[in-house]
């Protein structure tokens, strides 16, 4: 063969690449959201919020059960770790960093590979911890945050599914299931300081925390989610968020915790705000307060498994529109 043919060859090849690679921007999420069905959300959170689990507290072998359960579960999928550390999993916190008030403690994380801008990342979190056990009583914890920690199983098995078909997204996507935030935001809180990926390329962090249940305020029409810091950093973000749940979810969107004088101030009172105040664009996914909340009652029964579906559907339609469109949230209320 003669050598001019060589180029001319490679040059096919790299064609027949790229026309095999499938476009992001023109499949239909839903088809991958099927996925996230409330009946494995019920199977997850049965588990996660058992009494084996023994209320999950910060250190204690309750959490690192649950922890072993969340690698078990992102190894199954083949979605790989996210730590550089022996257990990939894990992003392990010493107890030196709680000053000795609780024995140390591990972030599970895990990341789905952008395939355009794998630099770029997009950080989904909730909290896996809880308050563990008062007087022989177990705190379950299935609402807070069980509800949060299952969603995110099923919104990584709805990306894992589409990049299964070819459809990975642009961005990198890391779940980050962070621990002690009970204790005080802590585990967001390490890693906003000892970040894996640099804070200046994650684009956005959607926190859940509290999605399975129903307030006083909404008895009457369940179908609503608090959203909480949507528009507080990024126009761009609330409004990616408004679309995705317009186009695809119509849950009533809640602002009433988003006001500046809303004496809860819930937008400083999770995770989210670890990322918030290095003005990363977030979006706090929120079911408001309870009677059972904090007690040894939040358990897996009272959970509303259709309602936790659709609100997990709508943080993966949202996370799916940041991950893949051409540009990353501006952010155009700058507080630094
Ligand atoms: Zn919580």
Not at 44 to 54: K, M, V
Not at 86 to 98: A, G, L, M, V
Not at 153 to 168: D, H, L, P, T
Not at 217 to 239: F, P, Q, R, W
């Amino acid at each position: 063969m003669k050598k001019i043919f060589l180029p001319v060859l490679l040059a096919l090849a790299l064609v027949g690449c790229k026309t095999q690679k499938k476009d992001v921007t023109e499949v239909d999420p839903m088809r991958f959201a099927k996925s996230i069905t409330s009946s494995e959300l019920s199977d997850y959170l049965y588990t996660f919020s058992s009494d084996e689990f023994e209320g999950r507290d910060t250190g204690m072998e309750g959490q690192k059960k649950a922890a072993q359960y969340l690698k078990d579960y992102y190894s199954s999928l083949n979605i790989q770790g996210g730590s550089e550390e022996d257990e990939p999993y894990y992003q392990t916190i010493d107890s030196s960093f709680f000053n000795g008030r609780f024995p140390s403690s591990e972030n599970v994380i895990s990341i789905i590979q952008g395939s355009e801008l794998p630099e770029e990342y997009l950080v989904i979190t909730s909290h896996y911890d809880h308050v563990g056990m008062k007087d022989g009583e177990i705190y379950n914890g299935a609402d807070d945050d069980g509800s949060g920690t299952v969603a995110i199983m099923e919104i990584a098995e709805a990306f894992q599914k589409a990049v299964s078909e070819g459809y990975r997204p642009k961005r990198s996507i890391v779940f980050l299931h962070v621990t002690a935030e009970e204790k005080g935001l802590l585990g967001s809180k390490y890693y906003s300081e000892n970040p894996i990926y640099p804070l200046e390329n994650t684009v956005a962090n959607l926190n859940i925390d509290m999605i399975g249940r129903i307030d006083e305020a909404h008895e009457e029409n369940s179908n609503y989610v608090y959203l909480i810091g949507s528009d507080k950093l990024s126009t761009d973000l609330h409004e990616i968020s408004e679309a995705a749940n317009s186009k695809y979810v119509n849950l009533d969107l809640d602002y009433t915790y988003n006001d500046e004088n809303d004496p809860n101030r819930f937008y400083y009172r999770s995770d989210h705000y670890n990322f918030a105040k290095f003005d990363i664009p977030i979006i706090f996914y929120f079911n408001g307060v309870h009677e059972d909340y904090h007690q040894p009652t939040d358990t897996p029964e009272k959970i509303e498994y259709d309602l936790l579906e659709k609100r997990a559907k709508l943080v993966f339609y949202t996370a799916w529109e940041v991950a893949n469109r051409e540009e990353r949230p501006f952010v155009d209320k700058p507080t630094l």
